[in-house]
Each structure stands twice: as structure tokens, then as C-alpha cells.
């Protein structure tokens, strides 16, 4: 029989029952909780702006009424800080909330893509393999050059390259209090624009009690992680100090591709009446060794015929190719001992909350970024030329040519303010609205210093043979309002204007001057409705524009004084059907169940797209297309039966299509000598089917077993649509077994097993592509793979104090 517990006119409330999130009150505070196995059970009720309620309830087989009153918070919470940046029903998008209790049964050692797998529209990659070091994500077929990524609305994308590099802060989740992943355009956020989807991270939640925690985990691939978190509580009724600190460790699948990496996070809090100060500094330091140039294609197929053309094109030397014969999939193209990527990240960010009045509360944040580091790599048989180094003379014999170690180094800074005004009346939520904005500024130095050679030439130790210098300035200003009309619809307007000022000058390190000036003003307006069917039925439609800037590798990867590359325009129409059972007396107490359907229509201009190629560092290099764009339908659906069994389920089904594309061919020189007809073709990377699905039981009390299981269609590694240059479709089983104990001596003892890809299945992807003319006279085409990882497991013991 379900236990009836009423929150007294707070509807939206989160309940969790047992660490799982079971659903949300309603409209009147009224929540049926899912029929409940005798014993006793944890109950945490939580809602932006008060305090959380945890208490402890006894399953009984008579019905049960009880009523809770959650107390409103003495300052704004630091989830409310986070509030500008997040959509709600009442926004018309499509997004997914995952809270710290989801992230943490997700949460082994593997990077945060990786935990967002089963979320809609989502694959992810991992260079070496196995989820660690070096993984990227798409959504929607976007690279995550088009995701924008904040940490309590502060940017964390790169200002140039603009993706997020997750490797340099390892076990972040462990952090996270809350994540919100946006398709689409959604709502204004600082930074880039969002492409294809926007990810909000927060960490500002305040844990009242005291807490010491540690997560050990080890597994194949001789995987490790360790980490310990501890936090004070409240002191005093003002003060807070949490902590964690973290290493993850691996020799990774793919051969001669270890990560080391290390973390820490620290946050001190202040609050009084009405007001939150916080300051937070977290910090990443990787080394890992270089898997970015992935396996040629015959290491997956065993070609011999086909390796035999790698080799007399140049692409692999007679060494390489034995190497791949003898390595297979795990294949590695480098095999220099120190051939490693070095960097460290260092954020700073200072975060004010403060309350005026009843009705209106305001967010500011100051931050800095400040990071540095090099990849170190063995060059064989370079021109003397190359370095602007002159040939050596030995008595009669001219060397132009040596073998040597470079570094390239990155050193730079990232700093500015957000801040957020926000109106949400306590007493009538029928109009709530927001002003915020962002200043930033990014000061990058780029340069590459020889350490290493066999003929020194005339250089000296560190010899700087290139060095640019890129800034850029980013101003944005946004307003945003939702209204609730009628007591059916409601409206939702957003406006956004964004100023960005980009410059470098210096050579690179092919020498050529890269010297730029862009500057670029957008204005990006968002609008859509919501309307009510019936309680727990919600249709919504929205429209959205999105602009952004080129990126910098679209700049100093064309020939010298070319600034062709055009900014990106999108178009995004959304519209959705929202079915919400749980919380509503319409299906049996021991069921839970809602649905969504959203389809979305994304119309580009001057899209930046994949052209199958990576530059020396590993970055895709892209051309504009004219006219482009992405259709589809997203379907989620969840289903619980007496919290003893539940099955999560997302597909997307979509279309994804560059109009009037005209294939380039190359000669051996990657100069192009042919341009094809234009036709219709397929998006690089760009799946028409994703999928996944989450079954979940709980056979014992504090036992939870989960089969997790993704499937990916065929993706192209260009833009031709040809099979030849394409993934081939896979499909993936993982296991996932977490069983929580609760001893007198301490709060909790979790012992958990993660096994992936439980049938064995040999799949890549990602991977890249590039032809010329070869030496037979014929197009040849040269496919690269990232072979992802065989059966593996990881293991784990947690402890709460």
C-alpha cells in the first residue's frame, strides 16, 4: 500500500527514497510515494530555497498519512545561483537533470562523458579506449565544440579551440551536486553559444551535516582511483569547508596510452541572513601519453593488401606496419617513452548570493583560469628549414635534415564576472524573470621550443622556433522571462547580446604568419509557450537562434591570410509532448511512469562541419557549409513498479544533411584538383540512430542491479556519405551491480562492480579520414579508428563516515 505524504503548497519538490530520486510533488504538494518494502527506509525531500528535509520512515502494509513542512531557507542557496542558467518546464526545451545521486551510481573512474551515456541524443569516445584520459562527447552529432559547458555559470570551454577538456579536471562528478544537460539551443548561457547542446554543472550545494567520505576503485588495465571528501557542515550556523582530493591512473587499453592524473576541490562558505559568500578553487593536472592519432584501418581488419598501401604512400614506414601486425587494434603509433600530453588547470571563482527583499535575489561570480602546460613529441628526419634552423655543414656534406624533441606549450589565463538579477515572487510564480551578463577576457601565449636534436644546427636548449600570442574579448548581456498567462499557457522569452573581439599575432609551427582580427556582435532571441492538457500533461514549442564565432584552428589551419571562415548561424524549433504519472493519483501506488516526445528541427547557415581530417594536435579541421541542417525525434520514457524495478529508455531518430555539398579530392600534396557536383549528403559524425537503455532492480534491500545497454548507427567520417569512410554500427552491454550496507561503526559501506561491453564487442568510435591521388595514380583513401575497449571491469568500496 503506497504511504501518502503531503508537502504543504510546495510543488516541484524532489523526493528521494533510499538515495533515488522517485519523483516530484505537484501542483498542490501532494506526492504518492511508491509502495514501500517493510523496514526501515531513507526519506530526503529537497526544493531550491529551503532547507532539505531527511528523516526515516517504516514500510507498513496499511496506508500511512504523513505530512512534512519544509522550512524556507534564512539566504538564497547555492543552487539558486545556478537558477538563471537552467531550463524548467516552463522554458519549451529539451533537458535532462541528473542529480549527485545519479551521477554517483554512474561514477567509477571513468570520465563525466561517460557518465552522461544513457541520456538522450548522446555518444561518447575515449581516445585509449577505456573511458579515461582523453574523451569526447556528442550530442546530436555535435562535438563538444559546439556543447557549452559551465561550472556554476562560469565558461568552461576553451575560448579559442572552444571545447571542453575534461581531462585536465579528473573525477570532477565527484564534485557535482547537480548537472543539467540542454538540447538544442536552450537557454542563454555564458560563453559560446550552444549547437548542439549545453551542459550546467553546479557544485554549490550546501551539505549541513558533517561528512567524510572515500571512493577506491580499481580495474582492468590496471585502472585505479582513489579519492577522499570530507566537508565540516554548518559551523556556527555561517560557516562551511568542503573538500576533496583525487588520482585516477591507468595504462589504458590501447598500448603505450597511460593517464596519470590528479585533482583536488575546495570550497569555504559564508552565509547570514539573506546572504551566501563562496569561494571555490579546483584544479587538474594530467600527463598523458599521446593516443590521439587512433589505429589505421587495417590494424582492425587485418588487410595485409591494404597495409601494403599505407606503406608505399608513405603513411605507415615499414616498422609501423610489422608493429600493426603484431598489436592489432591496440596498435600505437608512437613510440617515443615521453611522446605526452602536460597540463595543469587552476580555477578560482568567488561566488555571491544575496537576497533583496522577498521577491528578488541576485547572483555574481568572479573567476580565473589559469592554465599551462606542453605535449612533448620525437620528430624524425625534419627539415632544418622547418625550425628556421640553417642546414649543417660537415667538411663536404650538407645534412638538412634531423631527428629532434619538441615541446609545444600553452600558458594562459581566463578571467572575468557573471552576475544574474532574478525576480521569483514567493507568493505568485505566475511571472519570474532574470538579468544577467558576463565580462571576459582570454589571454593565450603559444609557442614550441625545441629541447632535443641530433644535429643541434645553430639552436641552442629550448630553442623557440614559432610563438603567437591570441587574446580575445567576450561581452553578453541577456534578459529572460516566463509568464504564466492563463492558468494552461504560459509564455517564455529570452534575449540575448554577445560582442566578441579576437586577435592573434606570431607565426605557427608550420612558419606561417597567422596574424588575425575578428570581431563579431550577436543577437540570439529565444521564445516558446507551454500549454497544459490535463495534470501531468504538457505540450511546448519554442524557437531559437544561435550564433557563434569561428574557432581558432579555423583560422591558422588555411593558408597565410586566410580568414575566410564564416561565423555559424542556427535556427532551432523544438516542440514537445511531456506525460508525468508519477506524482498523480491516476496510476496504481506501486507505479511510476513519464514520457517524453520531442522533435527538433535545427536549420544552419554557414555551418562549420567536419571535413574527416585532424591537424598535428589532433583537432578536426572544418569548412563552412552554406546550408545544412538537423531533423529529428527524441523519445524518453521511464517506468517504475515498487521501486524493486525500473527501465529507463531514450531513442533518437533523426536526419542530418548538408544541401548542395560539392566533395573536394586532393593530390599527394593535399592540394585539390577536384570539386564534385553538388548534392545532398549526410553530416559528418552524425548518427540517425542513438539509443539506450537502463534496467534497473532491486532484489535485495540496499542491492541494485542494472543492465545498461547503447546502440549507436553508422557514422561517416566525411562528408561524402561513403561506407568506405565511415563506423560501422555497434551496440553495447554494461553490468552494473551496487550493494549499500549500513553498520553501526559508520554511515555506509558501498561495495559495487562495473563490467562493460559484457559481450565482448570489437567496435571504434570515432576515427578520421583523408585521400589524395597515391602512387598507383589513384584516389587512395587512409582511415584512422579510436578501437574501443573489449569485455573490462572496474570494482569500487565506498565508505561514509
Known amino acids: 500500500m503506497p504511504l501518502n ?45 529551503h532547507t532539505p528535509l531527511e528523516t526515516k520512515i517504516t514500510g507498513q ?19 539558486a545561483l545556478v537558477t538563471a542558467s537552467r531550463a524548467s518546464d516552463r522554458t519549451a526545451t529539451a533537458y535532462s537533470n541528473l542529480s549527485r545521486e545519479d551521477l554517483d551510481k554512474r561514477n567509477f573512474a571513468q570520465d563525466l562523458p561517460y557518465l552522461l551515456d544513457q541520456t538522450p541524443s548522446v555518444v561518447v569516445t575515449s581516445d585509449a579506449g577505456a573511458g579515461v584520459g582523453y574523451t569526447d562527447i556528442r550530442i546530436r552529432g555535435t562535438s563538444n565544440t559546439g556543447i557549452n559547458m559551465t561550472i556554476n555559470g562560469v565558461p568552461l570551454n576553451d575560448p579559442e579551440s572552444r571545447g571542453a577538456f575534461l581531462v585536465n579536471l579528473p573525477d570532477l562528478a565527484s564534485s557535482v551536486s547537480s548537472l543539467q544537460v540542454q538540447r538544442g539551443v536552450g537557454t542563454s548561457q555564458n560563453g559560446g553559444a550552444a549547437f548542439g547542446a549545453s551542459i550546467n554543472i553546479s557544485t554549490l550545494d550546501v551539505r549541513r551535516e558533517a561528512y567524510a567520505e572515500t571512493q577506491n576503485a580499481y580495474g582492468s588495465f590496471n585502472t585505479w582511483k582513489n579519492n577522499v571528501q570530507f566537508g565540516t557542515g554548518l559551523l556556527g550556523g555561517h560557516f562551511t569547508v568542503d573538500g576533496r582530493l583525487s588520482r585516477i591512473a591507468t595504462d589504458g587499453y590501447m598500448n603505450r596510452a597511460e593517464s596519470d592524473l590528479k585533482s583536488y576541490y575546495l570550497a569555504a562558505g559564508y552565509q547570514a541572513k539573506n546572504t551566501l559568500v563562496k569561494f571555490i578553487t579546483f584544479s587538474g593536472r594530467e600527463k598523458t601519453y599521446q593516443a590521439w592519432n587512433g589505429v589505421p584501418e587495417p590494424a582492425l581488419t587485418g588487410n595485409r593488401d591494404l597495409l601494403q598501401t599505407y606503406v608505399d604512400n608513405g603513411e605507415l614506414s615499414t616498422t609501423d606496419a610489422e608493429r600493426v601486425l603484431q598489436e592489432g587494434r591496440r596498435y600505437s603509433y608512437y613510440t617515443y617513452d615521453n611522446q605526452t600530453d602536460n597540463y595543469q588547470q587552476n580555477h578560482y571563482q568567488l561566488h555571491l548570493s544575496q537576497g533583496l527583499g522577498q521577491d528578488w535575489n541576485i547572483g555574481a561570480a568572479l573567476h580565473l583560469t589559469r592554465g599551462f602546460g606542453y605535449y612533448e613529441s620525437f620528430r624524425a628526419n625534419r627539415r632544418f628549414s622547418a625550425y628556421g634552423l640553417p642546414n649543417v655543414v660537415l667538411g663536404n656534406q650538407t645534412i638538412s635534415r634531423t631527428d629532434l624533441v619538441d615541446q609545444k606549450w600553452l600558458d594562459n589565463y581566463f578571467y572575468g564576472g557573471t552576475f544574474a538579477l532574478n525576480y521569483q515572487p514567493k507568493n505568485n510564480d505566475k511571472f519570474e524573470a532574470t538579468l544577467g551578463g558576463a565580462v571576459n577576457r582570454f589571454d593565450n601565449d603559444h609557442y614550441g621550443e625545441i629541447i632535443w636534436a641530433r644535429y643541434a644546427s645553430t639552436s641552442n636548449i629550448r630553442q623557440r622556433y614559432y610563438a603567437n600570442e591570441a587574446a580575445k574579448s567576450d561581452y553578453n548581456t541577456y534578459a529572460r522571462a516566463t509568464w504564466q498567462v492563463l492558468p494552461r499557457l504560459g509564455v517564455y522569452g529570452d534575449l540575448q547580446l554577445r560582442h566578441i573581439d579576437y586577435s592573434i599575432d606570431g607565426v605557427e609551427d608550420d612558419q606561417n604568419d597567422v596574424t588575425t582580427r575578428a570581431n563579431y556582435t550577436f543577437f540570439n532571441p529565444k521564445a516558446g509557450a507551454t500549454f497544459s492538457l490535463a495534470e501531468g500533461q504538457q505540450l511546448y514549442a519554442s524557437f531559437a537562434v544561435g550564433q557563434r564565432e569561428p574557432v581558432r584552428a579555423d583560422f591558422t589551419d588555411r593558408p597565410a591570410g586566410d580568414q575566410s571562415a564564416k561565423p555559424e548561424r542556427l535556427e532551432d524549433f523544438e516542440a514537445g509532448y511531456r506525460l508525468n504519472l ?3 493519483n491516476l496510476l496504481t501506488p506501486r507505479t511510476a511512469l513519464r514520457l517524453e516526445a520531442n522533435y527538433f528541427y535545427m536549420n544552419y547557415r554557414n555551418q562549420l562541419v567536419a571535413t574527416g581530417q585532424l591537424n598535428d594536435v589532433g583537432t578536426a579541421l572544418r569548412t563552412n557549409v552554406a546550408r545544412s541542417y538537423r531533423t529529428g525525434l527524441e523519445l524518453t520514457g521511464f517506468v517504475s513498479a515498487d521501486d524493486k524495478i525500473s527501465l529507463s529508455s531514450t531513442l533518437t531518430l533523426s536526419r542530418n544533411r548538408i544541401l548542395d555539398y560539392r566533395d573536394v579530392s586532393y593530390d599527394e600534396e593535399f592540394n585539390p584538383v577536384v570539386a564534385a557536383e553538388g548534392r545532398t549528403t549526410t553530416i559528418s559524425y552524425s548518427p540517425s540512430a542513438v539509443s539506450a537503455h537502463t534496467l534497473e532492480g532491486q532484489p535485495l534491500k540496499g542491492m541494485r542491479l542494472a543492465l545498461l545497454y547503447k546502440t549507436v548507427s553508422r557514422q561517416y567520417l566525411d562528408n561524402s556519405a561513403s561506407e568506405a569512410r565511415s563506423i560501422q554500427p555497434y551496440q553495447v552491454l554494461d553490468f552494473r551491480v551496487r550493494y549499500a550496507l549500513g553498520p553501526t561503526f559508520m554511515k555506509e559501506i558501498e561495495l559495487a562492480l562495473l563490467v562493460n561491453n559484457v559481450f565482448n564487442r570489437e567496435y571504434a568510435a570515432n576515427g578520421y579520414t583523408y585521400g589524395y591521388l597515391g602512387a598507383s595514380g589513384q584516389q587512395e583513401t587512409f582511415n584512422w579508428y579510436y578501437p574501443q575497449a573489449t569485455r573490462n571491469f572496474l570494482v569500487s568500496v565506498g565508505l561514509k563516515l
Not at 17 to 45: C, E, M, N, Y
Open 61 to 79: 502494509i496499511a496506508p500511512q498519512t504523513l505530512d512534512f513542512t519544509l522550512e524556507g531557507e534564512s539566504v538564497v542557496t547555492g543552487e
Open 582 to 584: 508519477s506524482d498523480l
Open 5 to 49: 505524504a503531503e508537502v504543504t503548497s510546495l510543488p516541484g519538490a524532489t523526493i528521494y527514497l533510499d538515495g533515488q530520486a522517485v519523483g516530484q510533488t505537484d501542483d498542490t504538494g501532494g506526492f504518492i510515494l511508491p509502495a514501500v518494502s517493510p523496514g526501515s527506509h531513507k526519506l530526503r525531500i529537497t526544493s531550491i530555497g
